[in-house]
């Protein structure tokens, strides 16, 4: 900066925060609606980037480096938000779920005995859109048609069964064969959608419009350091295509989550939460190409399924009053 002259101009990229919220100013709800999409785009693509990068640094080294690169970018572009300024519910009930989320779904597809469990995994997780609307509907931040929202969450959790029944025909002495397989990685999978769908709809209610997802990153990477140091984890074998996945996955990390904090808080909960059935069908196709998996017929159904009845669950809230 020249000293006597006020047309200091700051970097391109020191401009983009500017610009966004010039747009975000304009008109809040529609920005908030197109950070929402933005998110589920990237998020279509982080199991298959997680599992190979998984594969590569550990099933908790690899997520410590994602998060610690995401939650640095988020901070150099967002800058480190003042804690006084934030609810403390938002900070302690939306951090802790946040970390717990991560956390939950990091290890649910590391710890995936192989590539098709992983994908397998990552679909439980998708339970959260239907869940998302239901918490909404429970803590009265949206209104819904019970007699399609219960048949809705019932045929996404349906999809997710026969997800996890295989190529087998249903029993229920195979779905818990299935389970006893790998309980660890299944149920934080489950765990997991649980608690974004919670996060999604407690950071609207706590946020106040405000973000500390930057912060939220960086928790969960020191707790999962941490837990690398603290237990016996498998070397990192550190190569250019591994820091170069790394690297992409933490900038759709950082993105992505700050996008959807955005979305949630501004945005119309009930058309994300829609728009999001898309995000199941989606990521299965770029696993599926990413890790060189060819999931079965049943796997599909079964996304078919999940999709279906996050649909349901979204028309639910169309519908006018509660029945």
């Known amino acids: 900066m020249i ?11 020191r401009r983009i925060p500017l610009v966004l919220t010039s747009f975000i100013s304009t008109s809040p709800a529609r920005a908030g609606n197109v950070g929402g999409v933005l998110a589920i785009l990237l998020w279509s693509a982080t199991v298959g980037l997680f599992r190979s990068i998984g594969e590569a640094l550990g099933p908790v080294g690899g997520p410590a480096v994602i998060f610690t690169i995401s939650g640095m970018l988020v901070v150099l572009f967002a800058g480190i938000p003042s804690i006084r300024t934030f609810d403390r519910r ?25 590539r098709s469990q992983a994908m397998e995994v990552g679909m ?56 006893a397989d790998n309980p660890l990685a299944y149920a934080l999978a489950f765990l997991a959608a649980f608690l974004w ?14 973000s500390a997802v930057g912060l939220f ?22 190569s250019l295509p591994a820091a170069v996945q790394v690297m992409v996955l933490g900038a759709f990390t ?13 945005g119309s909960i009930g058309l994300l939460a829609a ?11 770029l696993s599926s190409l990413w890790l060189g998996v060819t999931p079965s017929w ?26």
């Open 3 to 13: 000293l006597g002259c006020s047309c200091y101009h700051p970097p391109a990229w």
């Open 90 to 114: 938002y900070l302690l009930v939306s951090g802790i779920l946040f970390v717990a989320y991560e956390i939950s779904l990091a290890l649910s597809i590391g710890y995936a005995h192989d």
């Open 124 to 179: 439980i997780n998708y339970l959260w859109p239907s869940l998302t609307m239901l918490f909404a509907v429970l803590l009265r931040q949206q209104s819904a048609s019970i007699r399609l929202l219960a048949p809705g969450i019932t045929l996404a959790f349906l999809g997710i069964v026969w997800v996890m029944k295989g190529n087998d025909a249903f029993s229920v002495a195979r779905l818990a064969e299935n389970f």
């Open 197 to 210: 769908a919670a996060y999604s709809v407690l950071s609207r209610r706590y946020g106040n419009g405000k």
């Open 217 to 238: 990153l960086l928790a969960t990477a020191g707790v999962l350091w941490l837990r690398y140091f603290q237990s016996d984890q498998p070397p990192m074998h550190v």
């Open 254 to 266: 950082a993105t992505a989550y700050s996008a959807w904090n955005f979305g949630i808080q501004r």
């Open 275 to 285: 728009l999001s059935y898309f995000t199941p069908v989606l990521s299965s196709c």
């Open 298 to 323: 049943t796997f599909w159904l079964g996304v078919a399924m999940v999709t279906a009845g996050s649909l349901m669950s979204w028309a639910a809230t169309r519908l006018p009053g509660r029945r």
